[in-house]
């Protein structure tokens, strides 16, 4: 992985991108061993075995670039409080960074950050375990549980484990129904609510409007847009150590042949939604895109992406299978951790209820729904305010936001990578996704039994 030192003053404003975070099910792995601190945790009023505290040493803070703006902000409300800000990829599309990194510290036992922000939702499965874990317990005394009360419910359940909290949340990233209402009354067709009208829908564009899209699955994260709010037990996590994938499910194999159906068609495409092709190509053509909340601020009205005219763009609700209850699935996960390792952990502290939990960054610079419930009503109102959307924007989004799934799990492997690997290559070349899935099931579980998983 390579860092990008920068004085915290000194960062520039990054574009906003990606930025997540999941309401879904509680993680049920067991935590091992203590701090590798002074003192024991039962002892400390941190609820870990802390370092010696420095009181006015700097912190390290590891964000990737779309959360530069978060330490700016940050530095600006509290320029008491040094911070030397590094960047990094996030661990995007389950690259590893993160851990690769973390785990060449732990070898040579110095340099560690004190705060590390990751895009991925399973990062608390591994960094919350092991003799020194290097995740932070943060409802053991370090945080008032009156601020974690102020999450949203379930918002910090993914960085849940064993019961002991070890993230917090930036955002939800539960996924919408993304269209363009303007494009839909040009043409005069009705909002789909279920997988087979999408279908439908995709086949008419197709014949009618041609190069105008419904969809598309160019980036990794596109099982949890589709497979995950079709219900397919593809990412299953059971109790500490068990995983299972069953990519032979009617829901699966439903939703592979609906994608492939409209990827033939030319409805759904391949292109990756930051890619700057997608954008010459699509801007102002994309009828519908589901996909998670994020896309609000990191596509639609984002100036350099689709940069969407204000009143065209709604979120739907998600879609469901016909004659059934929607469910959705999450994109991402914005998520902070304190390194047990910080030799001054109530800076650490006051950074992450900053910029979790502040209007400075969470109200007027986040790019999605934040997980803390007053920034996230506050965000919402400015949303409502700003006329940018057309349809029942803040309704539609908070109903989505309890709609996920809990069949989907947070393993210590990122699936994201499994499927960036497995099946992108060979959909671009040419494959049937259908045909894909026994390679999908057997690179998932080959890559949980290297992980420790026993595979059912």
Same mark, same amino acid.
């Not at 910090?156 to 919408?176: E, H, I, K, M």
């Not at 990794?220 to 589709?226: F, L, S």
């Not at 150590?241 to 009617?250: L, M, N, R």
């Given at each position: 992985?390579?860092?990008?030192?920068?004085?915290?003053?000194?960062?520039?404003?990054?574009?906003?991108?990606?930025?997540?975070?999941?309401?879904?099910?509680?993680?049920?792995?067991?935590?091992?061993?203590?701090?590798?601190?002074?003192?024991?945790?039962?002892?400390?009023?941190?609820?870990?075995?802390?370092?010696?505290?420095?009181? *006015?040493?700097?912190?390290?803070? =590891? #964000?990737?670039?779309?959360?530069?703006?978060?330490?700016?902000?940050?530095?600006?409300?509290?320029? *008491?409080?040094?911070?030397?800000? /590094?960047?990094?990829?996030?661990?995007?599309?389950?690259?590893?960074?993160?851990?690769?990194?973390?785990?060449?510290? *732990?070898?040579?036992?110095?340099?560690? $950050?004190?705060?590390?922000?990751?895009?991925?939702?399973?990062?608390?499965?591994?960094?919350?375990?092991?003799?020194?874990?290097?995740?932070?317990?943060?409802?053991?005394?370090?945080?008032?549980? /009156?601020?974690?009360?102020? &999450?949203?419910?379930? %918002?910090?359940? $993914?960085?849940?484990?064993?019961?002991?909290?070890?993230?917090?949340?930036?955002?939800?990233?539960?996924?919408?129904?993304?269209?363009?209402?303007?494009?839909?009354?040009? &043409?005069?067709?009705?909002?789909?609510?279920?997988? /087979?009208?999408?279908?439908?829908?995709?086949?008419?564009?197709? !014949?009618?409007? $041609?190069?105008?899209?419904?969809?598309? #699955?160019?980036?990794?994260?596109?099982?949890?847009?589709?497979? =995950?709010?079709?219900?397919?037990?593809?990412?299953?996590?059971?109790?500490?150590?068990?995983?299972?994938?069953?990519?032979?499910?009617?829901?699966?194999?439903?939703?592979?042949?609906?994608? *492939?159906?409209?990827?033939?068609?030319?409805?759904?495409?391949?292109?990756?939604?930051?890619?700057?092709?997608?954008?010459?190509?699509?801007?102002?053509?994309?009828?519908?895109?589901?996909?998670?909340?994020?896309?609000?601020?990191?596509?639609?009205?984002?100036?350099?992406?689709?940069?969407?005219? !204000?009143?065209?763009? %709604?979120?739907?609700?998600?879609?469901?299978?016909?004659?059934?209850?929607?469910?959705?699935?999450?994109?991402?996960?914005?998520?902070?951790?304190?390194?047990?390792?910080?030799?001054?952990?109530?800076?650490?502290?006051?950074?992450? @209820?900053?910029?979790?939990?502040?209007? !400075?960054?969470?109200?007027?610079?986040?790019?999605?729904?934040? %997980?803390?419930?007053? %920034?996230? !009503?506050?965000?919402?109102?400015?949303?409502?305010?700003?006329?940018?959307?057309?349809?029942?924007?803040?309704?539609?989004?908070?109903?989505?936001?309890?709609? #996920?799934?809990?069949?989907?799990?947070? $393993?210590? &492997?990122?699936?994201?990578? #499994?499927?960036?690997?497995?099946?992108?290559? @060979?959909?671009?070349?040419?494959?049937?996704?259908?045909?894909?899935?026994?390679? =999908?099931?057997?690179?998932?579980?080959?890559?949980?039994?290297?992980?420790?998983?026993?595979?059912?």
């Amino acid at each position: 992985m390579s860092l990008r030192t920068r004085s915290a003053g000194r960062t520039r404003l990054g574009r906003l991108t990606l930025a997540a975070a999941v309401v879904a099910p509680a993680l049920a792995l067991a935590a091992c061993g203590g701090g590798g601190g002074t003192g024991s945790g039962a002892d400390s009023p941190y609820g870990f075995a802390a370092e010696e505290q420095e009181a *006015d040493s700097p912190i390290t803070v =590891w #964000v990737d670039a779309s959360r530069e703006p978060a330490v700016e902000a940050f530095t600006k409300a509290h320029p *008491d409080v040094p911070v030397n800000v /590094e960047t990094y990829d996030g661990g995007a599309n389950g690259s590893g960074s993160f851990q690769t990194k973390i785990t060449a510290f *732990d070898q040579a036992g110095s340099g560690w $950050p004190d705060v590390v922000f990751s895009t991925q939702n399973n990062d608390a499965a591994w960094a919350a375990v092991g003799q020194t874990p290097f995740a932070a317990p943060l409802d053991k005394g370090y945080f008032d549980q /009156e601020f974690l009360d102020g &999450f949203t419910p379930g %918002a910090l359940d $993914p960085t849940t484990v064993d019961g002991t909290v070890y993230g917090l949340r930036n955002d939800l990233a539960s996924v919408v129904t993304w269209y363009d209402q303007s494009l839909f009354d040009e &043409f005069g067709y009705e909002v789909p609510t279920t997988w /087979e009208e999408y279908e439908a829908l995709g086949e008419q564009v197709a !014949e009618e409007h $041609p190069g105008y899209i419904v969809g598309s #699955v160019g980036d990794a994260w596109a099982p949890e847009v589709y497979f =995950w709010g079709a219900k397919a037990p593809i990412n299953t996590v059971t109790g500490t150590d068990t995983f299972s994938t069953d990519t032979s499910d009617p829901n699966a194999v439903r939703m592979a042949e609906i994608l *492939d159906n409209l990827i033939e068609s030319g409805s759904v495409v391949q292109d990756s939604v930051f890619d700057a092709e997608f954008v010459s190509k699509y801007s102002g053509k994309t009828l519908m895109l589901p996909g998670p909340i994020w896309f609000s601020g990191a596509l639609f009205q984002n100036k350099d992406s689709l940069d969407a005219p !204000e009143g065209t763009i %709604a979120a739907g609700l998600p879609l469901a299978w016909e004659g059934q209850e929607a469910v959705t699935g999450n994109v991402g996960g914005g998520t902070w951790f304190v390194s047990q390792h910080s030799k001054n952990l109530e800076a650490a502290k006051t950074f992450l @209820e900053f910029v979790t939990s502040s209007d !400075e960054y969470q109200v007027e610079l986040g790019p999605g729904l934040p %997980a803390y419930a007053s %920034a996230a !009503e506050k965000w919402l109102a400015n949303q409502a305010e700003s006329g940018y959307f057309a349809g029942d924007f803040a309704e539609n989004v908070t109903t989505a936001s309890g709609q #996920v799934w809990d069949g989907w799990g947070y $393993p210590r &492997f990122s699936q994201e990578a #499994v499927f960036a690997k497995t099946v992108t290559p @060979e959909l671009a070349a040419g494959k049937k996704l259908v045909d894909l899935l026994p390679d =999908w099931q057997t690179a998932l579980e080959n890559e949980a039994q290297v992980n420790g998983y026993t595979v059912e």
